[in-house]
């Protein structure tokens, strides 16, 4: 498991591509994930917005761990369950998560309550994952 965390906009997914791309992993099969749109290549990436939490135990990226975490607490629904499926069912994915935590704490108790949960979630698969990354202005720099 790679994890990438940092600010919106940073350039997280671009590098969550780019090490799928070239860590060529035929152990995960990401040849089943691989599509073509028009004359480039792409991995299909569970969206944390839209997709559904099945979507994020077989796809080779999860983008947004932070926008599944908050659909959790909103449904009620366990965040631990989730992220223990995901380490049994998808090793070796990648994951984006934003840092919620770097600006102004929410007026909105379960805004706070997100943050809360993200940040920790992030603790966890930090210390679970091979590798963790911090984007800044398009600039990763490896943490673990």
């Known amino acids: 498991m790679i994890l990438i965390i940092g600010g919106a906009w940073q350039g997280k997914l671009a ?3 780019e ?3 070239s860590a060529d992993k035929i152990t995960n099969p990401l040849d089943s994930f691989v599509y073509k749109k028009g004359k480039k290549e792409e991995y299909e990436i569970a969206e944390g917005s839209r ?3 099945e979507a994020a135990m077989k796809f080779p990226i999860i983008h947004g761990l932070h926008e599944y ?3 959790l607490l909103k449904e009620g629904k366990s965040v631990e369950v989730f992220i223990d ?3 049994e069912q998808n090793p070796n994915v990648i994951i984006t998560s934003n840092e ?3 600006g102004i704490v929410p ?3 379960e805004d706070r309550d997100w943050r809360e949960v993200s940040g920790r979630s992030s603790v966890r698969l930090a210390r679970t994952s091979k590798e963790v990354y911090r984007m800044v202005c398009g600039i990763e720099t490896r943490i673990k």
């Open 15 to 17: 590098f969550a591509l």
């Open 19 to 21: 090490l799928a791309k």
């Open 51 to 53: 997709d559904s939490f």
């Open 69 to 71: 975490i908050r659909r």
């Open 85 to 87: 499926a995901i380490e």
């Open 100 to 102: 919620l935590g770097c």
């Open 107 to 109: 007026l909105d108790p």
